[in-house]
């Protein structure tokens, strides 16, 4: 007995073999019309009954591997909420890598890669940071990458992000509007890709409003509530103080929020404060966080999309998603 295959399906509904496939696992990225004759197709051949065979003969393990740095971080969550949403619509199931920011972990992670115990990767780590190594995309046994929020070296036709710099440049653009002169960078850690973009658009916005970049307005952190505490006691110290604050990542935004608050200094009526990401307690901090709304839901489905794409076989396309300005109390004019 003959088993019905993908060409059976795209020649009854009178489709391309890459719709068929499309439908069968990016679903979502089919129009309706489209997408309800194929799987009428799909019934009436029964094809589908062969998917777990065909599964098989392909060495599929339909497990995704998501690698995160720190699964305690509540910038995680919308996406990988997002990642599992597409994941479960297939079928597939996620396994979570937890690195610790430790390369021996990350190096147990890429062995599932290359014994096939994954499909593929959602690397939401930083790819370009000294002790991770992203193995190349036409490696002997490596599946699939995606990067998520970072584009790593080799795979720039992989990744699904925001433009970092262009919203922090509108981010210090927005303080500048305020009337803002004296402005202050926190920034995440120094050898983070994001750090670079985000200081980029910091110095970019100071630049098109012909301000003179402070040196001593950059203070270092590292994305953490602590480091947000640290910054505080910087501003303290500071004879000039900054009447705004640009923090890389919401956390230290909050940790600087939560220092004045203590030390009875009001934001924004004494120095407004911005983060980055609008993660859940942003809204709930008082003031509530003025910060850039990245999509993070929707860039962790997206990844998963584009990595079903290519293990597909279709070619990769990065996504680049829009963000948003959230303006909320912990921003406003300066005190004259």
Same mark, same amino acid.
């Given at each position: 007995?003959?088993?019905?295959?993908?060409?059976?399906?795209?020649?009854?509904?009178?489709?391309?073999?890459?719709?068929?496939?499309?439908?069968?696992?990016?679903?979502?990225?089919?129009? %309706?019309?489209?997408?309800?004759?194929?799987?009428?197709?799909?019934?009436?051949?029964?094809?589908?009954?062969?998917?777990?065979?065909?599964?098989?003969?392909?060495?599929?393990?339909?497990?995704?591997?998501?690698? !995160?740095?720190?699964?305690? *971080?509540?910038?995680?969550?919308?996406?990988?909420?997002?990642?599992? /949403?597409?994941?479960?619509?297939?079928?597939?199931?996620?396994?979570?890598?937890?690195?610790?920011?430790?390369?021996?972990?990350?190096?147990?992670?890429? /062995?599932?890669?290359?014994?096939?115990?994954?499909? =593929?990767?959602?690397?939401?780590?930083?790819?370009?940071?000294?002790?991770?190594?992203?193995?190349?995309?036409?490696?002997? =046994?490596?599946?699939?990458?995606?990067?998520?929020?970072?584009?790593?070296?080799?795979?720039? *036709?992989?990744? !699904?992000?925001?433009? *970092?710099?262009?919203?922090?440049?509108?981010?210090?653009?927005?303080?500048?509007?305020?009337?803002?002169? /004296?402005?202050?960078?926190?920034?995440?850690?120094?050898?983070?890709?994001?750090?670079?973009?985000?200081?980029?658009?910091?110095?970019?916005?100071?630049?098109?409003?012909?301000?003179?970049?402070?040196?001593?307005? !950059?203070? %270092?952190?590292?994305?953490?509530?602590?480091?947000?505490?640290?910054?505080?006691?910087?501003?303290?110290?500071?004879?000039?103080?900054?009447?705004?604050?640009?923090?890389? *990542?919401?956390?230290?935004?909050?940790?600087?929020?939560?220092?004045?608050?203590?030390?009875?200094?009001?934001?924004?009526?004494?120095?407004?404060?911005?983060?980055?990401?609008?993660?859940?307690?942003?809204?709930?901090?008082?003031?509530?966080?003025?910060?850039? /709304?990245? %999509?993070?839901?929707?860039? =962790?489905?997206?990844?998963?999309?584009?990595?079903?794409?290519?293990?597909?076989?279709?070619?990769?396309?990065?996504?680049?998603?829009?963000?948003?300005?959230?303006?909320?109390?912990?921003?406003? %004019?300066?005190?004259?």
């Amino acid at each position: 007995m003959t088993h019905p295959t993908i060409e059976d399906v795209a020649r009854l509904a009178d489709v391309s073999i890459a719709t068929v496939s499309r439908c069968l696992h990016t679903p979502e990225r089919v129009a %309706p019309p489209t997408r309800e004759r194929v799987l009428a197709a799909v019934r009436e051949t029964g094809y589908n009954l062969n998917l777990a065979a065909q599964s098989l003969r392909r060495r599929r393990s339909d497990t995704v591997l998501v690698v !995160v740095p720190d699964i305690g *971080n509540t910038y995680f969550s919308d996406i990988l909420g997002g990642i599992e /949403r597409v994941a479960s619509a297939q079928g597939l199931t996620m396994l979570i890598g937890d690195t610790r920011r430790s390369r021996t972990r990350e190096e147990s992670y890429v /062995r599932h890669l290359v014994n096939g115990r994954a499909d =593929g990767a959602l690397l939401l780590i930083d790819p370009q940071a000294a002790w991770f190594e992203v193995p190349a995309p036409n490696a002997k =046994g490596i599946r699939p990458i995606v990067t998520i929020s970072e584009v790593a070296p080799g795979f720039a *036709n992989t990744a !699904v992000m925001i433009d *970092n710099v262009a919203a922090a440049e509108a981010m210090v653009s927005h303080l500048i509007a305020q009337g803002h002169q /004296r402005i202050a960078h926190v920034t995440g850690p120094s050898n983070d890709i994001l750090t670079r973009e985000r200081m980029r658009g910091y110095r970019r916005a100071l630049a098109t409003a012909g301000l003179t970049e402070d040196a001593g307005y !950059v203070i %270092p952190g590292d994305y953490s509530l602590a480091s947000g505490r640290a910054a505080f006691d910087r501003f303290l110290a500071m004879a000039n103080r900054p009447t705004a604050i640009f923090f890389a *990542n919401d956390e230290s935004a909050m940790g600087f929020i939560s220092s004045a608050n203590l030390a009875g200094v009001r934001v924004p009526a004494e120095v407004s404060v911005a983060g980055f990401d609008d993660i859940h307690f942003a809204q709930s901090c008082t003031p509530a966080l003025t910060t850039i /709304r990245q %999509p993070r839901a929707e860039m =962790g489905a997206e990844a998963m999309r584009v990595l079903l794409a290519i293990i597909a076989g279709e070619a990769p396309a990065s996504v680049c998603l829009p963000f948003e300005l959230i303006e909320r109390a912990s921003t406003a %004019p300066p005190a004259r």
